[in-house]
């Protein structure tokens, strides 16, 4: 087993969870602020394109990182003013922007690049060694900074207190709006630099569909994580480490059905679920609107 | 609490559902490329994978657009968002034209139960045979194809480990896994090759990740297989530097790393909706079956690179020559691999110079 338990397993679980994390962070911020966020699939794709196409454009994948987290942030603006403004239905809005943030890019792949399917290859994200590029070591700060956030300061408490009873924040004066916004707005900056960690740090390019499902894992995360910023930290590793020992499994030819393999990751996370989590407990007032905004 | 957290969910999922259906139908994409006066109309439906794969779905698209210049023909291209809007995007392909082709193994039901609803509709299935009266079903011995990459990989190994990363385990992509081992084994018998399947033809983080753990585990060469998740191993080899390899499949992807592709294994799918475009014009189109090969330059080995020795061709050669004699039979399923012997093609001449003719074809196109 020696040739399992790698060096390289660790990177690439280091890897493989670190998207996961940075939309993770900005789902557990929007949803502790009250506001349901199915849609991170959607920031997580826009940032992606943006990134890479800002990088083309730019020649400067920093730049470029900055253009996909603002591309996502604007997404996220529109997530926010139906949600909260509008008070409309968030789980709709959600569902609207994550086909939007599938059918944009290829849209947008046709006018720019006359191309359909990935933008031409840019230059990536520099790496810090060992496969890992520089946006991983952040994935991982971040998460203490969201727990003294949420718990440690004034704001934090009051983001809680909008996302558990809107109407009692409301009534000793928090702008349960204003927060409301601010984590809104927060996730799709964070999910957006989750999609740009895919396309320009941890590949070259855009493809279209790339996320592949990674922006509702990380929502399941935050779910398992019981909207806690370090169990969601221990959530989305577990889906990471699970995705690395499948991979090293397969190039290691080790006898065991590939589906079984192909399912680990997906298998492990339910009986975590089962096992671990039997009451999970989102914040009270999540989906509900505040009296008045 | 006055609403419990389950009933939220319930309703995510409900409105979930209701709004996805008729929203990602309303998606689709429709490409038509203005010809109004032009009589035939010739519509390709791609699988999820879409425009853009890089592979059989792009392969489609050059074929029909040579199609449309040549004969004059209306090309029409509707993407897949999903597996269900097959159903009816191949249907509108229908009302719209005289020929609607599915691309892909994944379309073999729809376009069956397509078909029989527009008995008087011609279509053509890639990849996949369909029952159906009204289909003309192309497939392709992709094994043939790959069996020489196989020969090329398992002579040009110095680490005698070969890495191989599947899409889904689909019988095409089995055709083609199969076959590459079955070259490989046929020169190099030392030679470990690992297979993985990555279960999405979208998802090239994944396949970079597949493909850097098969080099680091000690291989030198990989075989993506895999559409788009593909383009991860090309990302994979970059990385680990040049004198790490990979083989294209379907159609040429240099350009994704260039200098470290050994070779590609061509796959004529523009051939073939090119010439079923031609028979529906020249009122020609017969439904069934044909499987192309090398005999038929349906699959073919393409741009061999500078790391690939004149012998090595030569010793391709003979392979190619030992199939479409017949000589040698390149198993297509897991079971006949298993059973697969090795057959003496003799040994290509000492001549340090292959001459021109003995390489393999760049290209099947006709």
Redesign the interface.
């Known amino acids: 087993m020696s ?1 399992f338990f ?1 060096i ?1 397993l660790l990177t ?1 679980t280091l ?2 969870s670190a ?1 996961l994390v940075f939309a993770a962070m900005g789902g557990l911020l929007s949803e502790r602020s009250g506001v ?1 966020n ?1 849609a991170l699939e959607g920031f997580m794709l826009v940032g992606a394109f943006s990134a890479a196409a800002g990088t083309y454009y730019t020649g400067r994948p920093f730049l470029g990182l900055l253009i996909g987290t603002g591309a996502a942030m604007l997404a996220s603006v529109i997530h926010a003013f139906w949600s909260i403004t509008l008070r409309g ?1 968030q ?2 809005a959600g ?2 922007l994550n ?1 939007l943030g ?2 944009i890019p ?2 947008l ?1 046709q006018r720019l690049f006359e ?4 933008t031409p ?1 840019v230059a990536r994200l520099p790496t810090i060694g060992g ?1 890992l590029n520089v946006l991983v070591p952040v994935a991982f700060l971040l998460v203490p900074l969201v727990h003294y956030l949420l718990f440690h300061t004034r704001a934090g408490l009051r983001i809680q207190a909008a996302g558990e009873h809107p109407h009692a924040a409301e009534s000793v004066g928090v702008d349960v709006a204003r927060y409301r916004y601010a984590c809104v707005l927060a996730s799709g900056a964070l999910a957006g630099v989750g999609g740009a960690y ?1 396309s320009i740090g ?4 855009f ?4 996320t ?1 499902g990674r922006g509702f894992i990380a929502l399941a995360a935050v779910i398992f994580g019981n909207w806690n910023p370090v169990a969601t930290l221990g959530a989305t590793l577990l889906f990471g480490a699970a ?2 020992a499948r ?2 499994a ?4 080790l006898p065991i059905s ?1 589906d079984l393999l ?1 399912a680990l990751p997906y298998l492990l996370t339910l009986i975590a679920i089962t096992g671990l989590v039997r009451h ?3 914040p ?1 007032g ?3 609107h505040a009296a008045t905004e | 609490m006055d609403r419990s957290y389950a009933s939220a969910l319930v309703r995510r999922v409900t409105l979930a559902v209701a709004f996805l259906a008729p929203m990602f139908a309303a998606l689709v994409a429709v490409t038509p490329v203005s010809r109004a006066q032009d009589p035939v109309t010739v519509t390709i439906v791609t699988d999820t994978a879409g425009l853009g794969d890089q592979n059989f779905n792009d392969l489609a698209n050059e074929g029909l657009q040579r199609a449309a210049t040549d004969f004059g023909i209306t090309p029409k291209v509707i993407e897949s968002q999903d597996a269900t809007s097959y159903i009816p995007n191949l249907t509108a392909g229908a009302e719209q034209g005289e020929l609607t082709i599915g691309v892909g193994f994944l379309l073999t039901e729809a376009i069956t139960e397509v078909a029989e609803q527009f008995p008087d509709d011609r279509f053509l299935l890639i990849d996949s045979v369909s029952e159906a009266e009204n289909v003309a079903s192309v497939t392709f011995k992709e094994n043939e194809g790959a069996f020489l990459a196989g020969v090329v990989a398992g002579r040009t190994t110095k680490a005698n480990k070969i890495g191989v990363v599947g899409g889904q385990k689909i019988p095409p992509v089995v055709r083609y896994v199969v076959g590459f081992q079955a070259g490989v084994k046929s020169v190099n018998p030392n030679a470990q090759v690992s297979v993985a399947y990555a279960d999405s033809f979208e998802d090239p983080a994944l396949g970079k990740e597949l493909s850097l753990a098969q080099f680091n585990q000690g291989a030198d060469i990989v075989f993506p297989v895999a559409g788009r998740t593909g383009v991860g191993s090309y990302e994979a080899a970059k990385e680990k530097g040049p004198t790490f390899l990979v083989i294209g499949a379907d159609r040429n992807q240099e350009d994704l790393a260039p200098g470290q592709q050994l070779a590609f294994v061509a796959k004529g799918v523009d051939t073939a909706v090119y010439t079923v475009a031609q028979q529906v014009v020249e009122n020609q189109f017969q439904g069934g079956q044909q499987s192309l090969g090398l005999k038929e330059g349906g699959v073919g080995l393409g741009a061999p690179g500078a790391m690939v020795t004149p012998e090595v061709l030569a010793e391709a050669e003979l392979y190619r020559q030992a199939i479409i004699d017949g000589r040698l039979t390149v198993p297509s399923t897991e079971e006949e691999l298993a059973t697969f012997q090795p057959v003496n093609v003799g040994t290509p001449m000492a001549s340090p110079e292959a001459s021109p003719e003995s390489s393999p074809e760049a290209s099947p196109a006709a």
């Open positions: 040739d790698t390289a690439a890897r493989l998207p349901m199915i239905d789980i709709v569902t609207a086909l599938a059918g290829a849209f792949l191309t359909a399917g990935g290859a496969g895919l941890d590949l070259s390019q493809t279209v569909g790339m592949a995705q690395a991979v090293q397969q190039a290691l030819n590939q192909i999970a407990t989102p009270a999540l989906g509900r």
